[in-house]
């Protein structure tokens, strides 16, 4: 799993955003004063991730560095949180986090909720477990993408339902983006987010998912189609956002949405094999993704 908070540049005191994302966008849309901000979001989230997911460290582990973690995040605002900062293991995270969060009174529970759903990953795929269905996944979704749209739109100062279930309906179809581009990595590693529901209704059973060309059936072919279709209708779904936000957000967030459609645009051209192959937006969709945005 990857956040999907936007890639804004790095301002001056803050580490380096260096992981390969999905919806990079130019760093000039971001308005300058939200960078420090949203960079210390994207460090919050990234370290985390890479906690549950990243070297050779035991479920177990994991979960106890997640719970160290959650711990830190848990003394921003309060009295220990000085002391906390003096003693965590991620001083550039919290140290940026905690000015973040006090200049712009952070909501602390969309956080939390994304620690949950690292720590439900660690869980799951020390289990070998899979979604029963998607209304299962999408739980999970809503703790692991939706935090991330709600966190920005509360820096935008935006706040009303209808652009706050607009922003879920883009931010969980970036998720399941995510999960049907990275196939070829996740399967592999025990991560299954093809739905029992979804698979059995296509007749495929858990055992013919395998990362390679071999295993690309008709029935896959028409289960893979099938969640593309699902993530791009959430992403329209969620479209009528990028008029509601003003300036440079909005035309960020026409980015963002562009990229999610540009990689389902990829994995439908591939009429399945995403299955062993991943698909990626690079430098030469630049110029697709900006007359998009345009014409929106």
């Known amino acids: 799993m990857k956040p999907t908070v936007p890639c804004p540049s790095s301002p001056s005191g803050a580490v380096p955003i260096t992981h390969y994302e999905n919806f990079p966008v130019a760093s000039w849309l971001c308005p300058p004063r939200l960078r420090a901000p949203i960079a210390a979001l994207y460090h919050f989230a990234r370290t985390a991730d890479d906690l549950a997911d990243e070297g050779d460290a035991m479920p177990a582990q994991r979960l106890q560095a997640l719970a160290a973690y959650r711990e830190d995040l848990q003394a921003l605002g309060t009295a220990q949180e000085s002391a906390m900062l003096q003693r965590t293991a991620w001083p550039q995270v919290f140290g940026a986090l905690a000015l973040q969060a006090r200049a712009h009174q952070l909501p602390q529970a ?10 439900q990953d660690v869980r799951k795929t020390d289990a070998g477990a899979s979604y029963a269905d998607r ?5 999970y979704c809503r703790r692991s ?37 990275d196939l070829s990595v996740d399967l592999p590693r025990g991560r299954h987010y093809l739905t029992d529901a979804d698979c059995a209704a296509h007749g495929v059973r858990r055992t013919d998912l395998r990362a390679e060309a071999g295993a690309l ?13 699902w993530a791009r209708s959430l992403m329209l779904a969620g479209t009528p956002l990028v008029h509601r936000l003003p300036g440079r957000i909005g035309w960020e967030l026409r980015l963002v ?10 994995i439908d051209a591939l009429q399945g094999a995403s299955l062993h192959q991943r698909p990626k937006v690079g430098k030469a969709d630049a110029h697709i993704l900006l007359w998009r945005a345009l014409r929106m």
């Not at 969309?110 to 720590?119: E, G, K, N, V, W």
């Not at 209304?135 to 739980?139: G, H, I």
């Open 217 to 229: 059936t008709p029935a896959v072919r028409a289960l893979l189609a099938e969640q593309a279709d």
């Open 110 to 119: 969309p956080m939390l909720d994304l620690l949950s759903a690292f720590c």
């Open 135 to 139: 209304a299962e996944l999408l739980d």
């Open 257 to 266: 949405v562009q990229g999610g459609l540009r990689i389902l645009d990829k």
């Open 145 to 181: 993408a939706n935090p991330v749209g709600r966190l920005l739109l509360h820096l935008y100062g935006v706040q009303d339902a209808a652009s706050l279930a607009h922003s879920d309906a883009i931010c969980t179809a970036l998720q399941l983006i995510n999960f049907w581009q």
